[in-house]
């Protein structure tokens, strides 16, 4: 079990309502100490998913193991959670909320009041703990939102989009929060639409579609998958003239100020490209370019059925 | 349920009333239902106070004393009295079935009115015929002074005996309790029951639930929230129970006075026989609503039966007497926290009965919070339109 520490598994989750699936034998695992980003379009059953995970869901089939064992209502109290729709006591104060809170998740009232005073210091709330919830800015009760999901020291984290409503101070702020957290070696899973920052922030990602799993993996080796890219561009030919015959060796796909991207069928091509755009003039940038996150995304979700999923052979999607 | 489990429910109904005692309505509601106990001990007695002038009768002799006795009494029950010589006992009974008198003394024999009192003379200072009696009774006393002749009288009751030309009303001041107690009873119920299904509803609308959820099991939210709400009300009872008491002592409130005590004990007891019958229901209610605005109307349907029960208390008390329909009620669980002790105060329900309806409340309790319960636990987390409890109880969470 000692390998298993930390580690959070979702084992063929199934569950309908009424005629929506809304997961279909959903299966991954999260590693500890790891941002994890859970992607995936709206209605892909990722809030699901992670009601399963702190029990507010119940599950038609399959398992969410925690340390190698079914998650129970021992293991959930060391649960942060936030809601995707948020859930505060509006009339409530700040510190007899989080207080509250965290006592339910077992802490003493001395340790519970010690944390509350930290996690609001460090998110910026100090001065607000007498203020009721509804009295505060819609940032700041994001902010006790997430301090509500920290203030009892858990040792796994799932936000459902934390990032949505914030401005790019508190986007900042959340950032820090979970680097730090998972460097402390917390296991954590959120959910989020805003792919870039996911790209930035994650290490690894799931990314599910109509409740199943379709990629995951490290933000880099999805991104390395598939085809190979190079981007280059040659001094004086914005246009990217340049690359216009180099069918058979490479693909243009697209051209944006003078930069050329190219796809690759094999890596040995890309010396001939090179050799390509010398002839033509003094090379500034010549590099492989990684896939973004949102591109890695959009192959793997598709506009309709995956018959090519570019992804599928570093995803563990199980696709029955 | 281990300790653990009971640790973190104490938590939830600990929360519950620090919640409710800061909020503004909280007190004010409070302080309203103080003041409407505080008018219901008081006015009566103010209204009693009132009625200042009275004639009374005097047959045989010696005319001087009994006079006399007759204005003492009068002075001491704050009575002002015009004393009416009359020839003979009948010509008494006459007056005082026209109305022309409240009340004759007859020599040192006895004293007449017209309805028997409740309770006999156990008021002297507060009515005019107990006043009577009392001051006629000393009277006697110290005219036959001898030590036999007074320990006689002793032996036979100092006060003159208090007769009425019809039997006393089946207990006025037992039926004033049995109202007051009525009130109450509603009152506390609706006010309690209607607090648990706005807090239900705030949590679910608010989405707080399903943070409180990862570590407390549905049970346990319902049991705090509706065990903090109790003692809320239980705390308010004996507040207003003690006003109502000193009060009605203190201005001689006949209302508050010793014949009605079983009623108040009736009272106490379904009071929480109701709440403990009722509070799971208004929790399953605030669970079925998805917007806050939705809470009051649910708890509408929880609120009929009370009402209905309450308002033929009235018909119970003061008219018509008790119906087997209302006879009915008084069993059925619903209804019984109003109707038996509205039975208990007009004198209509024996002790068995009282047991056999305590037994079916208890035993409907325990069906009513496991019907609540799986109601809560599937509908707390259902988001989306308003649920109707056919539709939660057909499907899983």
Known sequence: MG?????????????????????????????????????????????????????VAAMDAGEVRWNGEAIGTQARSRIGYMPEERGLYPAMRVLDQLEYLARLHGLTSAKARANVLHWSERLGLAGQEQAKVEA??????QRVQLAAALVHEPELLVLDEPFSGLDPAGVDAMSDVLAERAAAGVTMLFSSHQLDLVEHLCQSVAIIHRGRLVAQGSVEELGQAGKLRIAVRVAGDDAGCWAQDLAGTAKVEKITAGTVVLALDARADAQAVLDRARAAGPVEQFGFERRRLSEVFRDAVGSGDKDEDPVGSIGTAELS | MTGHWWELTWLVARREMRAQTRARSFWIASILLLIAVAAGAIIPALVHGGHTTARVGIVGGPAAALSQTAQEAGRISGTTVTVVPLPDVASAKAGLRSGR????????????????PVGGTSSPGATLAGALSQVGGLQRLYAQLPPAAAADLARRGIALPVQGLTPPPRGLASRLTGLAVAILIYVIILTYGVRITIGVGEEKASRIVEVLLTTLRPAQLLVGKVIGTGILA???????VAAYLLLGN????????????????????????????????????GSLITRQADAYNASIPLQLPLILAYLLAYTVLYASGVSWFYHVLAFVPFTAPVAMPVLVAVGAAPAWQMALSVAISLAATVGMARLAATIYERAILRTGSRLKVRQVLGSAR
């Open chain 1, 3 to 55: 390998s298993r520490c930390g580690v959070l598994e979702l084992d063929g989750l199934r569950r309908r309502y009424g005629d929506v699936v809304a997961l279909d034998g959903l299966s991954f695992t999260v590693p500890p100490g790891r941002v994890f980003g859970f992607l995936g379009p709206n209605g892909a059953g990722k809030t699901t998913a992670m009601r399963a995970i702190v029990g």
């Open chain 1, 136 to 141: 505060l800015s819609l940032g700041n009760q």
């Open chain 2, 101 to 116: 008198l409240s009340a004759a003394l007859v020599g040192d024999n006895e004293v007449l009115v017209k309805q028997q």
């Open chain 2, 234 to 240: 239980l705390t308010q009872i004996a507040v207003m």
């Open chain 2, 250 to 285: 203190a201005f001689g409130s006949a209302a508050a006075h010793g014949a009605a005590a079983g009623v108040v004990l009736a009272g106490g007891l379904w009071l929480m026989l109701g709440y403990a019958f009722y509070c799971t229901a208004y929790a399953a209610a």
